[in-house]
């Protein structure tokens, strides 16, 4: 990948500082934790690397992904007129329960636009980064675990990463709130751009949700049957899938043939003073932005949408 990294040498300087740093307090958490479940889960989510997408494995399933986003999802991408250069940090809403087809297909997309001249790594709950086949799919894909260590080190070499602060709040909403970007109260995004140095992209995108549509959120079932504290999962939702019905959302599914359409919205540029990144207010102000940018997204696109579950 050539170089058009445009920040200045001072600002590469603190994104590279700031990436050790979060190396070296993510290596003495894990290490904290080393027995149990949770244990298994630091050590197998802590594998990572920034090779990027696998483009054998990429080439092998191209023929899947371009019938699910071409004709199955008929997707509509827009917005690249929007995108700096690089590094950025792309911020959005995912859903569609565990499976966030809307996620996916921005990744689809981004390496069908780029290939390998510009690498896009998305980033994943530790929890699906453990599982042995799951998570080595998601490596092969340039996933990263959603951690500040394997973020803040591709920013610092000039990756783009993107990220769904919301996590399983925002996939598993129900879908009556389809349409409300929700990205959970967690502002630690706007502190690693600060520190990396690099704008914020928001994605708008609607459409997920309909692909397999959740019921309840299942916050109480999720305590009753303690996931939240053996998986880091606070909800255990119940959503109409194919071919099962109504069931548990984490059951394997075929998704509904909805009509996903996504927007990349303006960035909002940061202020790269290191300093500003314990200034809660300013952290609060830039979070209500991108949460806002992508809430106007959505609204734009919702209004394309003809019928309720296949737009």
């Not at 911020?91 to 297909?105: E, L, M, N, Q, R």
């Not at 803040?152 to 925002?170: F, N, Q, S």
Request: aromatic share 8%; proline share 8%; charged share 25%.
């Amino acid at each position: 990948m050539a170089d058009t990294d445009p920040r200045p040498t001072a600002v590469r300087e603190q994104s590279r500082q700031h990436a050790d740093e979060a190396r070296r307090k993510m290596s003495e958490r894990r290490s904290a934790h080393d027995g149990g479940i949770n244990g298994w889960l630091n050590e197998r989510a802590g594998r990572w690397d920034l090779s990027g997408q696998d483009e054998a494995t990429m080439q092998r399933q191209k023929y899947l992904w371009n019938f699910l986003v071409d004709h199955w999802f008929r997707m509509e991408f827009d917005g690249w007129e929007n995108l700096p250069d690089p590094p950025v940090l792309l911020v959005g809403i995912h859903s569609g329960a565990p499976f966030v087809w809307d996620a996916w297909t921005v990744g689809v997309q981004w390496w069908r636009r780029f290939g390998q001249e510009r690498p896009l790594h998305g980033t994943a709950h530790d929890a699906l980064m453990a599982i042995p086949l799951i998570g080595r799919y998601f490596r092969a894909m340039g996933v990263l675990p959603a951690a500040p260590d394997s973020m803040a080190t591709a920013l610092a070499e000039g990756r783009d990463v993107a990220v769904w602060p919301g996590g399983e709040v925002d996939s598993l909403r129900p879908w009556v709130e389809r349409d409300v970007a929700n990205l959970a109260g967690r502002a630690g995004f706007v502190r690693m751009a600060i520190r990396a140095g690099v704008p914020i992209v928001p994605i708008a995108t609607v459409g997920g949700a309909d692909a397999m549509p959740v019921l309840i959120r299942g916050d109480r079932l999720s305590r009753a049957l303690r996931l939240d504290k053996m998986l880091r999962l606070k909800v255990f939702p119940l959503a109409v899938s194919l071919p099962w019905g109504i069931a548990p959302a984490a059951l394997p599914q075929l998704p509904l043939p909805a009509k996903i359409r996504t927007r990349l919205m303006p960035a909002v540029s940061i202020d790269h003073d290191p300093d500003r990144a314990e200034d809660d207010d300013y952290v609060e102000q830039k979070y209500r932005e991108v949460q806002d940018s992508i809430q106007r997204g959505m609204d734009a696109l919702a209004r394309k949408r003809a019928l309720p579950l296949f737009g």
